[in-house]
């Protein structure tokens, strides 16, 4: 547990030195997925970072189709009893403004 909490806490750490957008939703989307090893709840923060990551490194006209493609991507490969609850929950987050870069 120890070892994970400090790999997320350096992962948010090259977050914010990290000088491009992508860069720092790539290091969030770590931070979170090592950090799930304590909480579950960060799996949501690690997908939400993710989608982030590949809207900001596509080009711009192909920004929001490229990330609900992730976000789709994602979605399928959840397990059938569980998305419902995932999508619900990433929902609720999203529209608290839960994802900052």
């Given at each position: 547990?120890?070892?994970?909490?400090?790999?997320?806490?350096?992962a948010?750490?090259?977050?914010?030195?990290?000088?491009?957008?992508?860069?720092?939703?790539?290091?969030?989307?770590?931070?979170?997925?090592?950090?799930?090893?304590?909480?579950?709840?960060?799996?949501?923060?690690?997908?939400?970072?993710?989608?982030?990551?590949?809207k900001?490194?596509?080009?711009?006209?192909?920004?929001?189709?490229?990330g609900?493609?992730?976000?789709?991507?994602?979605?399928?490969?959840?397990?059938?009893?569980?998305?419902?609850?995932?999508?619900?929950?990433?929902?609720?987050?999203?529209?608290?403004?839960?994802?900052q870069?």
């Amino acid at each position: 547990m120890g070892e994970a909490r400090a790999a997320a806490l350096q992962a948010h750490a090259a977050a914010r030195d990290a000088p491009e957008d992508e860069a720092r939703a790539v290091a969030r989307a770590s931070g979170h997925a090592v950090a799930t090893a304590h909480m579950a709840d960060h799996s949501l923060g690690a997908a939400a970072y993710a989608v982030m990551a590949v809207k900001r490194a596509s080009p711009a006209p192909e920004a929001d189709a490229s990330g609900a493609r992730e976000e789709q991507w994602q979605r399928e490969r959840l397990p059938e009893a569980a998305r419902e609850l995932v999508v619900t929950a990433q929902e609720q987050r999203s529209a608290l403004g839960k994802w900052q870069p």
